[in-house]
């Protein structure tokens, strides 16, 4: 099993940025592929980004590519988001999510953190 932390969310601009961070801890970090999801109010929770146990591959929604950055750094066992151009579209609770590096399915996450609040004002 592993926990999830988030932190980082916050009040900022449109065209600011933010990097959010979770950290996890129990099993070795580097068993898990990480993810960020986001829900906003009266939405469904919706696929950000995704990335392979080592960095090695990233994935990205289309409403974020070329604005959001995944990546992580297993020896201090946290994975980031680095949100750049923020827009009135993205404000939501961000979620980081875990699985098992060996499980099949890029939106398919077994472990999840609380959140944390992004809010974007214009």
């Known amino acids: 099993q592993v926990q999830l932390v988030e932190s980082g969310g916050g009040l900022v601009q449109a065209g600011g940025s933010l990097r959010l961070s979770c950290a996890a801890s129990g099993r070795t970090f580097s068993s898990y592929r990480m993810g960020w999801f986001r829900q906003a109010p009266g939405k469904e929770r919706a696929f950000v980004a995704a990335?392979?146990?080592?960095?090695?591959?990233?994935y990205y929604a289309d409403s974020v590519k070329g604005r959001f950055n995944i990546s992580r750094d297993n020896a201090k066992n946290t994975v980031y988001l680095q949100m750049n151009t923020l827009k009135p579209d993205d404000p939501a609770v961000y979620y980081c999510?875990?699985?098992?590096?060996?499980?099949?399915?890029?939106?398919?996450?077994?472990?999840w953190g609380q959140g944390t609040q992004v809010t974007v004002s214009s």
């Open positions: 990335i392979s146990w080592n960095g090695g591959r990233t």
């Open positions: 999510a875990a699985v098992d590096l060996h499980k099949p399915g890029l939106y398919e996450f077994d472990y």
